[in-house]
């Protein structure tokens, strides 16, 4: 089977607007397409720019609203991310009101992914009454339409510096085998990151290593097309070993 190549970026903001345009020329010599991860409340400047990507064949999928947590019980100190843990009710509310948020931008999409990667049972019910059709968390590519799943964990080096070396070197080595098995390599990067010179690379290096084995380069909305392909296909013992990252 062939490897397919799916890459993200996340954190675009008026601040990190130079990186991420670098980081899309980068990609565009090596003909790979991004999928833009856009918050509706934060993207303000930034529209634009992303109009821009998603008509040169990018694509742009809602990233949350406005990324603020939600408490976990009493414990101040750990925060889950905004949709992890809403209800149904809750989750349709905010998407309301950032699916507005994203017509009044020209940045219409049915694609979601939730800040982390994380969404409540509650927030794919309320994507489906409201009428997206796909939702990719960290362990797949959900088409919310039919129901099927894409078995893959998002591969990222993260914002931890302790061990970076190690992280990166992870990341490429995932990328390869997942390639060399023509499974689906997701690669996530967040903006902020890419001012670091050595995730910056690795993760460049993990882009070329996976186009070198020959995996097939697509954005989230191309991933419905090939749904049927690998629907539910249980993971591996290697895809549960994905990366030095996870076991951190």
Do not use: N
């Amino acid at each position: 089977m062939t490897a397919r190549l799916v890459v993200s970026l996340s954190g675009i903001g008026a601040r990190t607007l130079h990186r991420c345009a670098d980081l899309t020329d980068e990609l565009e010599r090596r003909k790979v397409p991004l999928s833009l991860l856009v918050a509706p409340r934060l993207a303000g400047p930034t529209t634009e720019w992303a109009r821009t990507r998603r008509d040169a064949g990018d694509a742009v999928l809602m990233h949350g609203f406005d990324h603020s947590v939600e408490p976990r019980a009493r414990t101040v100190s750990l925060r889950r991310a905004e949709f992890a843990a809403l209800p149904a009710h809750e989750a349709g509310l905010r998407l309301t009101a950032a699916m507005a948020a994203m017509e009044r931008v020209g940045l219409v999409t049915d694609s979601f992914a939730p800040p982390r990667w994380t969404a409540s049972r509650g927030t794919l019910i309320a994507l489906r009454r409201k009428g997206f059709t796909q939702c990719a968390d960290l362990f797949g590519i959900r088409d919310l339409s039919s129901g099927t799943v894409h078995r893959a964990r998002v591969l990222s080096i993260g914002t931890y510096e302790r061990a970076e070396t190690w992280r990166c070197f992870a990341l490429v080595l995932a990328a390869a085998r997942i390639a060399r098995r023509g499974g689906l390599i997701r690669l996530a990067v967040d903006a902020p990151d890419l001012t670091r010179p050595g995730p910056r690379q690795a993760f460049l290096d993990a882009v070329d290593i996976a186009l070198h084995h020959g995996a097939v380069a697509r954005t989230y909305p191309d991933m419905r097309k090939v749904a049927a392909e690998t629907a539910r296909r249980p993971p591996s013992r290697q895809d549960q070993k994905v990366s030095f990252q996870e076991l951190m």
